[in-house]
């Protein structure tokens, strides 16, 4: 017999006040960044209404429920394919370089679209229903079945991967992260996990062996442009290259160690970083607010995370814990790569900080991806007498 709730129960009010915080602290930081910008237009008005946009988007998904959602899965797989597919082919009119890289739809009425941002979004679905459709139709655990488990969550995965890796390495990682974090808890055998991911590993290490020690073999061998290593010495050494490639790592490290412990306060900025409001908006705030503004802003992470997993432990479909997984791979990878890239703890990749940092196809992602999390705890039913053994199954 299903608990009986109102609606106000069922909303997650936590969740919308951390997303109310973020927007305050959004708006706020863009600001005080666009004072330094190299364009005259108005990004904290932008901004609120992306948000408002994105508030309409988590109102439109929370209509549907799990079981709805999870037949349209396919459909939004599909949509998302042909909006990156179509890049390649978009004439300059409808979609032209920027950077280098072809990413959005920028020739359309409105603000540019980038479709590798909902892409995230809609692998998250697929990859959760392609687990809980093997399990529905694989009632044994065994290597084979597991391994044919695999391939299918790797085959998915290279959809959005090979759409999007020679263009776009940053959102290449968010995949490959939200696959990990989604594969970690599909009940996969770690007979299968650990040679492939340990195999990744040994060649990822003798590529960086490559880039530090001898480069000249990767640029005869593998056609590795001399600027992708020149970002990789940048941000190894960002004060040597501070006149090039470094320059955006080392006016960061610059800005946010001159907030010291209270930063110099709001306005106050003096460090200019070119497009500071977009993949380096934690440098405003480390300038601004200093260590102790910077550290409220993570520990908000860490509080929106907490919840997310707290979700995720709690809801009694494995659709929806495979989603809130997916949820929060993306946005734990997505915080520590920006945050780490301004720091220089990581390379600088271009990913933006979840729901800070300005622009529309990132921040309505975002709100995509909290529109699921709203729908999980808004449809959520509990029962008085519930056998849970039928929802997982042994590793």
């Known amino acids: 017999m299903d608990r009986i709730q109102n609606k106000n129960d069922r909303f997650d009010w936590t969740l919308a006040l951390i997303l109310f915080l973020f927007c305050i602290i959004s708006c706020t930081a863009i600001y005080s960044g666009q004072t330094t910008a190299q364009y005259p237009d108005n990004f904290v008005l932008q901004q609120i209404i992306f948000y408002s946009v994105g508030m309409i988007v988590i109102a439109t998904i929370m209509y549907f429920d799990s079981d709805q959602i999870k037949r349209m899965t396919w459909i939004l797989f599909g949509i998302g394919t042909i909006l990156q597919a179509g890049l390649f082919i978009a004439p300059e009119s409808l979609a032209y370089e920027v950077k280098g890289a072809k990413l959005w739809y920028n020739g359309l009425p409105g603000p540019s679209l980038q479709p590798s941002e909902f892409f995230k979004i809609f692998l998250i679905l697929a ?56 594969l970690l808890v599909s009940g996969i055998t770690w007979k299968i996990i650990l040679p492939v ?31 992708q290593l020149m970002r990789i010495y940048a941000w190894l050494d960002p004060y040597t290259h501070k006149q090039g490639a470094g320059l955006q790592l080392y006016n960061s490290l610059h800005a946010i160690g001159s907030g010291e412990l209270g930063g110099k306060g709001f306005y106050e900025r003096q460090v200019y970083i070119p497009d500071v409001h977009t993949d380096f908006i ?114």
């Open 127 to 182: 990859l959760s229903k392609v687990i809980v459709d093997h399990y529905a139709k694989y009632t044994m655990k065994t290597v084979k079945n597991d391994l044919i488990l695999f391939i299918k969550l790797g085959l998915v995965t290279c959809v959005p991967l090979g759409l999007i890796i020679l263009e776009d390495l940053g959102t290449a990682l968010v995949i490959i992260a939200i696959f990990t974090g989604i």
């Open 197 to 227: 991911y340990g195999t990744v590993a040994a060649v990822g290490g003798t590529i960086i062996y490559y880039i530090i020690w001898a480069p000249e073999t990767l640029l005869k061998y593998l056609s590795v442009d001399n600027y």
């Open 282 to 395: 934690f440098s405003v705030i480390g300038e601004e607010y200093g260590f102790i503004g910077a550290s409220v802003v993570i520990c908000l992470y860490f509080i929106l995370i907490f919840h997310l997993t707290k979700i995720a432990l709690s809801v009694n479909d494995p659709f929806n814990t495979y989603v809130c997984v997916g949820v929060i791979s993306y946005i734990t990878f997505h915080v520590f790569q920006n945050i780490g890239m301004t720091i220089q703890v990581l390379p600088i990749t271009g990913i933006p900080l979840p729901f800070i940092s300005y622009g529309g196809s990132s921040l309505i992602g975002n709100m995509m991806a909290m529109g699921l999390i709203f729908s999980i705890r808004f449809h959520q039913k509990s029962y008085m007498f519930q056998d849970s053994s039928k929802y997982y199954r042994a590793s």
